[in-house]
């Protein structure tokens, strides 16, 4: 319950971000195994983008992903060097939100 209800907020406040690049389709979290797996209608795109994130780690103000993979073979090429197995700063104003997560 907790899940659906965390990918159902995530869906509507990545939206909001969002709208003038695509719509989120579907999003589900799984807090207990740290997944992520999104589905992403870019604006041009004629076939939605499917996102994966297999682990996730949540760390005072930081985010580190691994296991990325994607439906776009270039975007998985580019994902596993910058993005996996990386720390990114998460910004103040989610940590409330990421708060309610961990």
């Known amino acids: 319950m907790k899940n659906m209800a965390l990918s159902k907020t995530a869906k509507i406040a990545?939206?909001?971000k969002i709208k003038s690049y695509g719509e989120v389709l579907n999003i589900e979290i799984d807090t207990q195994q740290n997944r992520l797996e999104v589905e992403v209608l870019l604006k041009g795109e004629k076939e939605s983008l499917k996102v994966s994130i297999g682990k996730y780690l949540l760390e005072e103000n930081k985010i580190t992903?691994?296991?990325?993979?994607?439906?776009?073979e270039w975007l998985n090429t580019l994902s596993k060097e910058y993005l996996e197995n990386k720390s990114f700063d998460i910004p103040q104003e989610y940590m409330?939100?990421?708060?309610?997560?961990v």
């Not at 992903?65 to 776009?72: E, V």
């Not at 409330?96 to 997560?101: R, Y």
């Open 65 to 72: 992903i691994s296991k990325i993979s994607t439906s776009r």
């Open 14 to 16: 990545i939206n909001s």
């Open 96 to 101: 409330g939100v990421l708060g309610k997560i």
